[in-house]
């Protein structure tokens, strides 16, 4: 009996001590989690282009804040809010069916003018990609924006220039 009674000790301590592995591991993952999310934000923040996160459902999951500032957003939290909530109804319209493509897992790339809220036009090129799980189902899309009016200005002066010396021959 005090040989069983060890035994049945033993089971304990060592289920005890699984246990308190089995959390400690869990309390690694969780900040190891944490410390990624952090990092990645850090990135985001960080990167020279305008990004945003949006569900299936179009619904912003992050937006960065270039993309809240170039987008004129002000200090507003756009997470939880819909695309339709996020831009004027005009801009939405112009932008829906992209989005539509991308969640159907489809690459988008795509160019246009906006006008800021200061008056200011600027070209912009979108990429979107789709955010697809291991199984395949399309979680929804990863938004890419980039301020390309320096490279449109450049591109209209070197046509200018290719216009006045071809009028010179």
Known sequence: AEHIASFGSR?????????VGLLIWKLQAAHALAAAQQELRLFAE???AMTASFDQNLCCRF????????????????????LREIFE???????????????????VKYQRTRKRANGELRHIEVN????????GKILGCF??????????????????HRNHLEGLV
Do not use: R
């Not at 938004?143 to 200018?160: F, M, Y």
């Open 63 to 82: 937006a960065n804040n270039a993309f809240i500032e170039f987008f004129d957003l002000g200090d507003k939290d756009i997470s939880g809010k819909y």
């Open 11 to 19: 089971i304990v301590l060592l289920l005890a001590m699984a246990t």
């Open 89 to 107: 109804e005009s801009e939405y319209a112009e932008t829906v069916d992209y989005f539509a493509q991308a969640l159907q897992g489809h690459a």
């Open 143 to 160: 938004c890419v924006t980039t301020d390309i009016t320096d490279h449109e200005l450049a591109k209209a002066e070197l046509e200018q």
């Open 46 to 48: 960080n990167v020279p």
């Open 128 to 135: 979107l990609l789709s955010n697809i799980a291991d199984q």
